[in-house]
């Protein structure tokens, strides 16, 4: 499952996000970036129609600040990203995990920064409605 918030379609399903930017010493950037994300994502069953738990990858494409007078690459050196369950419904045992999240670290990015999550999903038709985010990144600006 893939959400991009440079995609108009994806965009709207960003109910809230924020972001702020902060210069430390020298040429040292963080940036935060948080929000709520609609994903309305069903849980599918398995094919032998017993329940039980599987994985599913959640990839966020997330935009960067426009920072004035700093050209949109920018050098993410170090990255402490979390994603969070806050949404679902079902009729049924509802079952949603956060088993993972990573964000790239030493790498330069151009407008838009990506998490990945490994979701755990329990198989039995559940909807994840929305999730949330909260990303810090350490870095500079590159020309």
Not at 36 to 50: C, L, Q, R
Request: proline residues 3%; hydrophobic residues 40%.
């Amino acid at each position: 499952m893939n959400i991009n918030q440079l995609t108009p379609s994806d965009a709207k399903r960003f109910q809230s996000a924020h972001s702020l930017h902060f210069q430390g010493a020298g040429n040292i950037i963080l940036i935060q970036l948080c929000g709520v994300v609609v994903v309305d994502y069903e849980a599918k069953g398995s094919m032998a129609g017993s329940r039980g738990w599987a994985n599913e990858t959640l990839s966020l494409n997330l935009a960067l600040p426009a920072v004035p007078g700093q050209s949109q690459s920018f050098f993410v050196e170090q990255s402490t990203p979390l994603i969070t369950i806050n949404g679902v419904g079902g009729i049924s045992t509802v079952g949603w995990s956060v088993n993972s999240c990573t964000g790239p670290v030493n790498t330069l990015c151009n407008g838009s920064y990506g998490l990945e999550a490994v979701l755990g999903v329990y198989t039995s038709g559940e909807v994840l409605h929305t999730i949330g985010y909260m990303v810090s990144l350490v870095g500079h600006f590159q020309a």
